[in-house]
């Protein structure tokens, strides 16, 4: 790994992770994240995930892979993740590619994203 | 009078016709034959001159002619280009996103739907879905008398989009139809949320967000208790 | 299949190396950034900025590598940004199985080549078996 490559921090409140991608991610970075969260989610026990994606430009169908494979893992370790903030050209383009995301949970920004983990939590 | 008089240097002033003659060639319409002597060839010199002034006249009436079709046909191509800006505009004019109340937005769609027009009215309720945070958005296709594949297909892809941003898209309004020109073309509706009516479908979004509990009308709004239904 | 033929009236605007996913990082923001001074809305940006993301990543993953060229000209009388992907890699024996949705070679999800497709204007490929592969992408502005 480069030393000057750069993490994308995970930010834990209560029981949620925060995360915020801020970068345009290449493949590897992507994926080094998707495990950074699931061992956060080990370490920490957080019962759910909020990824702010409202500054990325651009989801290709890899890291729109790896964004809803989170997801699945992330539920299968009894944590639910939040897609937030997506862009409408982003939606727009992740759609006409053909990636729908099923079974993603998508919310319009951060507190919405946080209302809605808070319910699934008083739910179960 | 000698025969040899009548035509005087002829040899030099048939070479001067022919330089003449190549410069008109080349393009110089300013040059002319100058001869201080009358005889014979000054005839033939005059009228080489007169065809010259002819030519220039002509040259300049059709330079003239094609300016000014070059002038109309820039003319015309001004006004395509208001046609198509105005096409533009009529087509966001057409499709006004409003937020009806907390939470929710409305979209009626009213004429024929092209593809462009779908597209733009898709990308605009994107827009609006981001701008005010709405989480329900209505899709109201009451005025709409006929949808082919493509168009419905962009409706479909709408709602998909709604939902990854994480705003649920209801569409309403559907014409007996519309409804028998989707099942024909054999597209399936079946992800997507229908009610008959704007009504219904109001109902629908108010009941979900709570705003509608019991028949009675919830709302955070200060000026408003609650509303009867 | 035909090959790719170039027309002498493009005018070349950047010439991007594909050797690592740094690169591929580089060469959409490059796109992308042509997208927009063509005048191209935030969606179509971001429709070519995809599109050739995928293409990127099929020839650092396949081919190793190769070669980006970013060109805007008239195509069709209308202004065009062309995007042209060079490779020395092995090539594709079947184009129209790779051009299927859901088809994959590499582990993927087989959106790469019919997804990218759907999001250009015009999409050419000619490839041959051990010699390599051209993808050329076109949006209209």
């Known amino acids: 790994m480069d030393f000057n490559e750069k993490r994308i921090p995970i930010i834990k409140i209560r029981d949620y992770l925060i995360v915020s991608i801020q970068v345009d991610m290449?493949?590897?970075?992507?994926?080094?994240?998707?495990?950074?969260?699931?061992?956060?989610?080990?370490?920490?026990?957080?019962?759910?995930?909020?990824?702010?994606?409202?500054?990325?430009?651009?989801?290709?169908?890899?890291?729109?892979?790896?964004?809803?494979g989170m997801a699945s893992m992330a539920a299968i370790m009894d944590a639910a993740v939040v897609i937030v903030g997506m862009q409408p050209a982003v939606a727009i383009t992740l759609v006409e590619l053909g990636l729908e995301m099923p079974g993603v949970d998508t919310a319009l920004n951060m507190e919405l994203g946080m209302e809605m983990l808070e319910k699934r939590l008083n739910k179960a | 009078?000698?025969?040899?008089?009548?035509?005087?240097?002829?040899?030099?002033?048939?070479?001067?016709?022919?330089?003449?003659?190549?410069?008109?060639?080349?393009?110089?319409?300013?040059?002319?034959?100058?001869?201080?002597?009358?005889?014979?060839?000054?005839?033939?010199?005059?009228?080489?001159?007169?065809?010259?002034?002819?030519?220039?006249?002509?040259?300049?009436?059709?330079?003239?002619?094609?300016?000014?079709?070059?002038?109309?046909?820039?003319?015309?191509?001004?006004?395509?280009?208001?046609?198509?800006?105005?096409?533009?505009?009529?087509?966001?004019?057409?499709?006004?996103?409003?937020?009806?109340?907390?939470?929710?937005?409305?979209?009626?769609?009213?004429?024929?739907?092209?593809?462009?027009?779908?597209?733009?009215?898709?990308?605009?309720?994107?827009?609006?879905?981001?701008?005010?945070?709405?989480?329900?958005?209505?899709?109201?296709?009451?005025?709409?008398?006929?949808?082919?594949?493509?168009?419905?297909?962009?409706?479909?892809k709408t709602v998909t989009a709604a939902r990854l941003l994480g705003a649920e898209c209801i569409v309403s309004g559907i014409s007996p139809a519309i409804a028998q020109t989707i099942v024909h073309l054999g597209i399936n509706l079946s992800n997507i949320l229908t009610k008959a009516t704007l009504q219904s479908a109001m109902i629908y979004a108010m009941k979900k967000n709570e705003q509608l509990v019991d028949g009675k009308v919830k709302t955070n709004f200060t000026d408003i208790d609650d509303i009867q239904l | 299949m035909n090959e790719i033929v170039s027309d002498k009236s493009w005018i070349l605007l950047e010439r991007c190396p594909i050797q690592n996913e740094h690169d591929i990082v580089k060469a959409r923001q490059v796109v992308r950034q042509f997208g927009k001074e063509a005048g191209m809305g935030i969606v179509d940006q971001t429709r070519i900025t995809t599109a050739v993301s995928e293409l990127f990543r099929n020839m650092f993953l396949y081919a190793g590598g190769g070669e980006v060229l970013v060109e805007k000209g008239i195509v069709d009388e209308r202004n065009t940004l062309i995007v042209t992907c060079i490779d020395q890699g092995p090539g594709i024996a079947n184009i129209e199985l790779a051009m299927t949705d859901g088809y994959t070679s590499g582990g993927g999800m087989g959106y790469g080549l019919p997804g990218s497709k759907r999001l250009v204007d015009r999409f050419e490929i000619y490839s041959q078996v051990n010699k390599g592969t051209t993808i050329r992408v076109m949006k209209w502005k």
């Open chain 2, 1 to 156: 009078m000698e025969a040899n008089t009548e035509i005087k240097n002829a040899k030099v002033r048939i070479e001067h016709i022919e330089d003449v003659l190549s410069s008109v060639a080349a393009g110089d319409l300013d040059i002319r034959i100058e001869s201080e002597i009358e005889d014979d060839l000054t005839g033939v010199e005059q009228a080489i001159n007169l065809l010259i002034d002819d030519l220039t006249h002509e040259l300049k009436k059709s330079i003239k002619m094609k300016e000014d079709m070059e002038d109309k046909l820039r003319k015309i191509q001004d006004q395509q280009k208001t046609i198509l800006q105005q096409q533009e505009d009529l087509m966001e004019l057409s499709s006004p996103v409003s937020k009806v109340w907390d939470n929710i937005l409305i979209l009626p769609v009213i004429g024929t739907l092209d593809s462009q027009r779908t597209q733009i009215m898709m990308e605009n309720l994107l827009l609006k879905i981001v701008s005010t945070g709405c989480t329900t958005a209505i899709l109201d296709i009451t005025g709409v008398p006929t949808v082919d594949t493509q168009v419905a297909n962009h409706l479909l």
């Open chain 1, 26 to 68: 290449h493949d590897r970075l992507a994926l080094q994240l998707q495990t950074q969260i699931l061992e956060e989610i080990y370490r920490t026990g957080a019962k759910g995930v909020l990824i702010d994606i409202s500054t990325l430009e651009m989801v290709d169908s890899f890291i729109g892979r790896v964004l809803s």
